[in-house]
């Protein structure tokens, strides 16, 4: 492709939507997410780094990695696991890095894949508590903390990180693996990879074999670094026979994928789903649809697909933001060969066990581009009802039961209930009933419900509020919680059991009531607030009306 002809694709995606208008965007975005990262204390953490002096040399199959040494964890950080996804190598499964000589420093964070802004409100901004940091399709990274690089075998914990396979770094303040690795004896893992249009744009169906993978090349990556995992970890001081990977919102979603791909069976023997419940992948056909659009955006055709591996990868990113339908794991029939749990669950992962589980305000997050929601009246809350059920008998259905269970809350408190309870939590409550019914590998359900302090408790137990909590991370939500004594007092309860079922797969711990395993029959459910107890089926008028309703509505869930 000429330059000539690379330059006039941008002047025909400028004149649609506004380059610089967007590019304005991010850039703002990028500096407000700067500028909270300093505020986060990461540059405070950073600096007392750099002081201690102590580092740390470990051999990788690939070359020598330096990393450092602070308060008992070894950090290293930016380790490579696949080479750049750039050039020719755009749209296909990982290579392994190039091996170098001499040491490399892991001492900063590596780049994030290019990706669109994620969060849009500076309220939302700051209760992320989001860090800057360049971008990169060179961006195949990890992220390892350890006690100690003593061949100990030790549990590993992988973590996947949210964004809703849009966007999203593994390298942000509250996925910090310190306090997990001290607080437990375990290894942490954080992973950067493919996302969007550059890890999950189908082709197959119109560029033929070469292609072939292209629509999942983003959760190939977190296979790859599992693979690295497997071949490393146990020099950083892990077990690559007892890896559990746990993720939240997207990071979950890609949990429920790779219970279903065949390609990760043996690279870990643990799974946490927090927030994302993917029942099915994306439907082929629908794949090739979005793609085909993606390609009229940028002026091209299948016959001109290999243009797509020389263009700048923000033109490519920039397309993305005006196609239709998402961009996620697609059902190929290969890389994923059956819908992960639906109509039930994989076989694949059967021996697995799983922790599961969802907050109870999720919707006060996921609706954050509602500028009505903490403001809508009756009018406006029976109006997004009807849309979301889609008939006016459907909607007074919800709203009675939803009146009934609450009778005094506010139109902005059902509505939000409503979508979490359609939403994130049926799925999961439908995740669990048929992993449970594989009658292999237990289920643990849990319900997040302590409620977030800042900006005048609006947000309640909103979605992602949990992750400091498991991470022991704390310090870095003061935006959410304000660092009161009791939710340390959560955060020491909910990152033990995290670590126990690590390193049991029983989320079992002293300072927990007794959680058994979720089946039908019982429904055992962990509700994690002020006061941490096991409810059977909690909710339940509003769990069979659910289900009740899908099987009015012909039962088909989506992702």
């Known amino acids: ?47 007392q780094t750099a002081k201690s002096g102590g ?134 893992i954080t992973i950067n990879h493919r996302l969007g249009c550059l890890g999950y744009l189908h082709l197959a169906d119109l560029g033929g074999p070469a292609f072939a993978k292209s629509g999942n090349v983003g959760i190939l990556d977190a296979v790859a670094a599992l693979e ?5 970890v146990e020099r950083f001081g892990g077990d690559p026979k007892n890896v559990m990977i746990f993720g939240e919102s997207g990071g979950g979603s890609k949990v429920s994928t790779l219970l279903g791909m065949p390609a990760a069976k043996g690279l870990f023997h643990k799974a946490a789903i927090e927030s994302g419940p993917a029942l099915t992948a994306t439907a082929r056909e629908a794949a090739a649809r979005t793609a085909s659009a993606f390609l009229n955006i940028l002026g091209l055709d299948k016959t001109k697909l290999d243009r797509l591996q020389n263009l700048p990868a923000q033109h490519l990113i920039e397309a993305q933001s005006m196609t239709r339908g998402g961009f996620s794991p697609v059902h190929d029939g290969d890389v994923i060969p059956e819908h992960m749990f639906e109509p039930v669950a994989t076989r694949i992962s059967e021996d697995i066990p799983l922790l599961i589980g969802s907050n109870k305000d999720e919707g006060t997050f996921l609706l954050q581009s509602e500028a009505d929601l903490f403001t809508m009246d ?97 310090a870095n939500a003061e935006a959410m919680t304000h660092l009161l004594p009791e939710a340390q007092t959560l955060a020491d309860k909910m990152s033990n059991a995290w670590l126990a079922f690590a390193k049991t797969g029983h989320p079992a711990t002293t300072d927990l009531p007794q959680w058994s395993a979720y089946s039908t029959d019982h429904r055992a459910t962990m509700i994690f607030d002020s006061h941490p107890r096991v409810e059977n089926d909690p909710a339940r008028d509003l769990r ?9 509505q012909g039962g088909g869930r989506t992702r």
């Open 1 to 47: 492709m000429s330059n000539q002809h690379a330059d006039r694709v941008p002047q025909k995606i400028g004149r649609r939507v506004g380059r610089r208008g967007f590019l304005k965007q991010t850039s703002l975005l990028a500096s407000q997410a700067g500028a909270l990262a300093l505020l986060s204390g990461e540059g405070v953490m950073a600096a």
């Open 55 to 188: 580092d740390v040399v470990v051999d990788t199959t690939f070359g020598k990695v330096r990393g450092r040494k602070l308060n008992g964890i070894s950090t290293f950080k930016g380790i490579p696991y696949g080479a750049s996804t750039a050039g020719a190598s755009r749209f296909m499964p990982a290579k392994k890095p190039v091996a170098w000589t001499g040491t490399r420093d892991a001492l900063d964070f590596g780049p994030s894949c290019p990706q669109l802004p994620g969060f849009k409100t500076p309220e939302i901004q700051l209760m992320q508590n989001l860090a800057g940091g360049p971008s990169s399709e060179d961006c195949l990274v990890l992220n390892v903390w350890t006690p100690g690089t003593d061949g100990a075998k030790r549990p590993v914990m992988f973590w996947l990180h949210g964004g809703g396979f849009q966007f999203g770094s593994g390298s942000q303040p509250f996925y910090d693996g310190a306090n997990l690795a001290r607080r437990g004896n375990v290894v942490t």
């Open 228 to 232: 690295w995992v497997r071949d490393n």
């Open 378 to 474: 009756e009018t406006a809350l029976r109006s997004k009802v009807r849309t979301a059920m889609g008939s006016d008998e459907a909607a007074n259905r919800v709203l009675d039961i939803y009146r009934r269970t609450y009778p005094n809350a506010r139109p902005t408190d059902y509505w939000v209930q409503i979508y979490t309870d359609r939403s994130m939590r049926t799925r999961s409550i439908a995740l669990a009933e048929r992993k449970a019914a594989l009658n292999k590998a237990p289920v643990y359900m849990y319900y997040f419900a302590w409620d977030t302090i800042g900006f005048g408790g609006k947000y309640k137990a909103m979605h992602m509020a949990e992750i400091p909590f498991v991470f022991d991370n704390i």
């Open 544 to 552: 069979t009306f659910w289900q009740q309703e899908e099987q009015r």
